[in-house]
């Protein structure tokens, strides 16, 4: 089973914030948080990662809690070719395959 | 920016028959990893390679799996006697570094057994 638990969906509007949240309460110390997005069935695209600092990329905003049991994508201006299927995986401890779930399915309204 | 691809896009098949998916990971990169998604489902760990090894292998990769990197550049996977419960999309993926390394995905293969 996966380690991460997210919201099934959620929806925003074009040109907001998009805020995705994961509760990954298991986390191992060194266990990096990794945010993939999923379009139509395409490959998974990678986003952002980190481990216990907030990290921001061209594409997204991570924010880690200081517990690490947490963590949350931000989409700074979500427009609607951000509507996908957000997936926040742990990386399994002892091996380096990905446990997908369901992830957050983001509908981003016009 | 280089990116992982697949081949073929669509794959139609007879159940029973072989099928060869093939990827062509990014140039640098040392591990290996097949996923699939059956339609409307989770995407699921098969395999991860490296070193011409195996390195794990999910219970989902049974004996009619296989994987092979026949040469420096490709990655392929092997289904000897499909069946009609192996009809998904198909992904490869890569990493530079096993570990905390990302893993960057191909597009996919479709694969229909009728």
């Known amino acids: 089973d996966a380690k991460t638990t997210q919201p099934p969906s959620m929806d925003c509007a074009e040109g907001r914030a998009a805020n995705l949240p994961c509760n990954h309460s298991?986390?191992?110390?060194?266990?990096?948080v990794y945010w993939y997005r999923q379009i139509h069935s395409q490959g998974p695209q990678y986003i952002i990662h980190?481990?216990?600092n907030n990290e921001t990329n061209e594409m997204a905003s991570l924010i880690i809690t200081e517990d690490r049991k947490s963590s949350t994508l931000i989409l700074p201006h979500a427009t609607l070719r951000d509507t996908a299927v957000y997936y926040c995986?742990?990386?399994?401890?002892?091996?380096?395959?990905?446990?997908f779930g369901t992830g957050t399915r983001l509908k981003v309204l016009a | 920016e280089p990116e992982v691809t697949q081949t073929p896009s669509h794959q139609v098949t007879q159940m029973g028959q072989e099928v060869i998916l093939r990827c062509v990971p990014i140039?640098?990169?040392?591990?290996f990893y097949w996923y699939r998604q059956i339609l409307g489902q989770k995407v699921e760990f098969l395999v991860s390679?490296?070193?011409?090894?195996?390195?794990?292998k999910s219970e989902i990769f049974d004996d009619q799996f296989s994987v092979e990197r026949p040469d420096g550049s490709n990655f392929t996977l092997k289904i000897r006697s499909t069946k009609l419960e192996d009809s998904a999309m198909y992904f490869c993926?890569?990493?530079?570094?096993?570990?905390?390394?990302?893993?960057?995905f191909g597009p996919g293969t479709r694969l229909l057994v009728l």
């Open positions: 390679f490296y070193n011409n090894e195996i390195s794990e």
């Open positions: 980190g481990l216990k």
């Open positions: 298991t986390i191992s110390g060194n266990e990096y």
């Open positions: 140039s640098n990169h040392l591990y």
């Open positions: 993926a890569s990493s530079e570094l096993e570990g905390r390394e990302t893993q960057y």
């Open positions: 995986i742990v990386s399994f401890k002892g091996t380096y395959k990905y446990i």
